[in-house]
Nanobody, 121 residues
Framework: VQLQASGGGSVQAGGSLRLSCAAS????????MGWYRQAPGKQRELVTI???????NYADSVKGRFTISRDNAKNTVNLQMNSLKPEDTAVYYC????????????????WGKGTQVTVSS
């Protein structure tokens, strides 16, 4: 398995969850890492990315609430999600790719298995 996601679960609005994604060394070292999410009946959308240098970018909908980080020693990328809202409910997918591919869902070369995040009001 090249990308292995963990974490997720159910939480009430305002709560927090943490997702982790373990990657193979070759993928982690050579790619931008990120998270997408897909809510029922909606398209998969980019949530956040982090480069190998630690530069981050976030969707407007999660800015100030979500934080992505990389643990280079463990080849892991983490997503800390705070102040969760019901609209954050979705299946979250870890992703990896070059800068010009990871930002286009149809071009992402590496996907992890999705993990469900459910936020109740």
């Amino acid at each position: 398995v090249q990308l292995q996601a963990s974490g997720g679960g159910s939480v009430q609005a305002g709560g927090s969850l943490r997702l982790s994604c373990a990657a193979s060394e070759s993928i982690f070292s050579n790619n931008v890492m990120g998270w997408y999410r897909q809510a029922p009946g909606k398209q998969r959308e980019l949530v956040t990315i982090i480069t190998s240098d630690g530069i981050t970018n976030y969707a407007d909908s999660v800015k100030g609430r979500f934080t992505i980080s990389r643990d280079n020693a463990k080849n892991t990328v983490n997503l800390q999600m705070n102040s969760l809202k019901p609209e954050d409910t979705a299946v979250y997918y870890c992703a990896a790719g070059e800068p010009h591919t990871i930002v286009v869902v149809s071009r992402v070369p590496y996907w992890g298995k999705g993990t469900q995040v459910t936020v109740s009001s």
